[in-house]
């Protein structure tokens, strides 16, 4: 699998919720060179800066591998706050779009008043 498509694979993961760290954690245990889990998440510009270790098989467990990156990071408190800004950006859409619906109803009404008022 070319760096790319593990790349595509991280920011599917990304958009699903997972944090970076996560997303390269599973790559690994799945069996992919970590380098180039490493690499790819470097061209997403996200980065990450943990100890990557992939899960322990039966053959590793004499000799685990551990590997490093010092590939930045940003702090997980602002993925939060990104996170929360959109939901907050999406409310005032809703809102608008349930007034909006509020306002036709009620023209809908009133004319069918007015219709039925002066044809009876």
Do not use: C, H
């Amino acid at each position: 699998m070319t760096k790319e498509e593990i790349a595509a694979g991280l920011k599917n993961a990304l958009d699903r919720g997972s944090s970076i760290e996560e997303a390269v954690q599973s790559f690994v245990n799945a069996g992919y060179n970590a380098n180039e889990v490493m690499e790819a998440a470097s061209l997403l510009g996200q980065g990450v800066s943990k100890i990557i270790q992939p899960a322990v098989t039966a053959q590793a467990q004499a000799a685990p591998a551990v590997y490093f990156s010092s590939v930045p990071i940003p702090p997980s408190s602002q993925l939060t706050e990104t996170k929360t800004e959109a939901k907050e950006a999406k409310k005032p859409d809703k809102m608008k779009w349930i007034l909006i619906i509020s306002l036709i109803l009620l023209l809908i009404i009133l004319a069918g008043s007015i219709i039925y008022l002066t044809l009876f």
